[in-house]
């Protein structure tokens, strides 16, 4: 990796451009999918992309490539300046810092148990579809998957390093009867702290409690989103709080700086490296160091995400979230809160419990309305006590209400991260009043 961003950066220094960066990472990933309790596939992958970021006279350009042939390094780069020279010059144009940084790959938090696991994966799989038998899930469906991934930097102005991750990732869906199912999350950056028995046992007991669900009748209604349902929405308000979207104007959180967006029970950061997170580096995208950012602290908003051009327009410095085009997260943690599970569901007076959503989707992104479609797993609570599995609803609101009317958050936190949740995510279960909730098919 090193040597295949030498020969990019120094043809572009040839070419005579003022930045360059050139950013390879490679990427292993082994999975073990399985549907109807039998595993049907086996794959190892192992990809390697090249990322090459070129700037000259205010104009600027990126591009990727997956082929290391060192003479279509060559050409990409020569046509990716050819494309370059052809733009219009950007009046926010920052350039790369002029001094040179030295990257070492972190060794804590990287547990090279994931990077050995093989044949263990079948095993896993079994083990959290045993799990959701026992308790209800007569068939499951899902995914196992291994990933540990290195990156390697280097810059025109000689900042160089390495870092890597791993982390091992559960998804399984169960079924009790063809429209009664439930959904189970493990993820881990230690294989000591995966656990796809307890995976499957959610799994499981979900799909048995959603036997003989109703559709809910529409109303305002308390509502207490698991870690899985809350981390879907608070991933949201990590890519709101990119300053280049709130620039574009396609965010709610334009002109909220130092304003209340939030109860004050709520917290939130960005980590490009912690422990047990999943994901992030210690440099980004521009060879900056990452560091921790509060987003929002008790409920006023406290930063915006950056990279070079967006803190050069906004008169910031740089938080170490490029993407050089667009800032965004790493590893988002939402604060704990003093409430266990239980004693938020005993305060619940009429209220329902969601433990999986799909398809969020927006009416609105400069407001932040929203709809989004509990799936495997929503309950009716009346009077602290869970009386009924719901099926078709739709919860309709904004991101900034339904945080801003967060009543109680838990002690316990999960990390999250599947195909609703792109950004990692430390999250508690989150207790919201009034929020709106309808039949899906009106």
């Not at 004050?264 to 997170?277: I, Q």
Request: hydrophobic share 35%; proline share 3%; aromatic share 8%.
């Amino acid at each position: 990796m090193g040597a295949l961003n030498e020969l990019a950066v120094s043809t572009a220094k040839r070419l005579g451009v003022d930045d360059a960066v050139a950013l390879t990472s490679q990427g292993n990933e082994r999975m073990v999918r399985f549907a109807n309790n039998s595993l049907t596939v086996t794959k190892n992958t192992k990809e390697t992309e090249l990322y090459v970021y070129l700037g000259k006279d205010r104009r600027r350009i990126v591009a990727a490539t997956s082929n290391p042939d060192e003479s279509s390094v060559r050409t990409f780069i020569e046509k990716l300046f050819d494309s370059l020279q052809s733009l219009p010059k950007g009046s926010d144009y920052a350039s790369l810092p002029e001094k040179a940084r030295h990257y070492k790959p972190r060794e804590e938090g990287y547990d090279r148990k994931i990077e050995a696991v093989g044949t263990e994966l079948s095993e896993l799989a079994g083990e959290a579809i045993e799990s959701a038998r026992k308790n209800g899930g007569e068939r499951s469906a899902g995914a196992v998957v291994a990933s540990f991934t290195t990156s390697s930097i280097l810059t025109s102005s000689g900042t160089s390093g390495r870092d890597r991750g791993a982390s091992i990732t559960l998804n399984i869906r169960s079924f009790s009867q063809n429209d009664a199912s439930g959904h189970g999350l493990s993820c881990a950056s230690k294989l000591s702290g995966f656990d796809p028995a307890e995976a499957g046992k959610r799994a499981g007991e979900n799909a048995k409690k959603m036997v003989d669900a109703k559709e809910p009748e529409a109303g305002d209604y308390e509502v207490l989103m698991s870690p899985t349902v809350a981390s879907n929405l608070v991933d949201l308000i990590g890519g709101f709080s990119s300053a280049f979207s709130v620039d574009a104007g396609i965010s709610y959180l334009v002109d909220k700086l130092g304003k209340k967006v939030a109860s004050e029970s709520f917290n939130l950061s960005d980590h490009g490296r912690m422990n047990g997170a999943l994901d992030g580096r210690v440099f980004d995208d521009e060879g900056l160091p990452t560091r921790t950012t509060p987003i929002i602290r008790e409920g006023v908003l406290e930063n915006y995400l950056h990279n070079l051009t967006t803190a050069k327009k906004s008169g910031k410095v740089s938080t170490g979230n490029a993407g050089t085009i667009s800032p965004h997260p790493w590893n988002l943690e939402v604060g704990k809160g003093d409430s266990s599970y239980d004693e938020m569901v005993k305060s619940m007076k009429r209220g329902v419990i969601l433990t999986c959503n799909w398809y969020t989707r927006f009416k609105n992104y400069r407001t932040g309305e929203f709809s989004t479609v509990p799936r495997d797993g929503a309950y009716l609570v009346e009077d602290g006590r869970i009386t009924q599995g719901l099926k078709g609803l739709r919860v309709s609101d904004s991101l900034e209400r339904i945080f801003s009317s967060t009543r109680l958050i838990s002690k316990n936190r999960e990390w999250i991260e599947w195909w609703e949740v792109d950004t990692p995510t430390l999250c508690p279960w989150v207790l919201v009043d009034g929020v709106k909730i309808t039949r899906a098919y009106e």
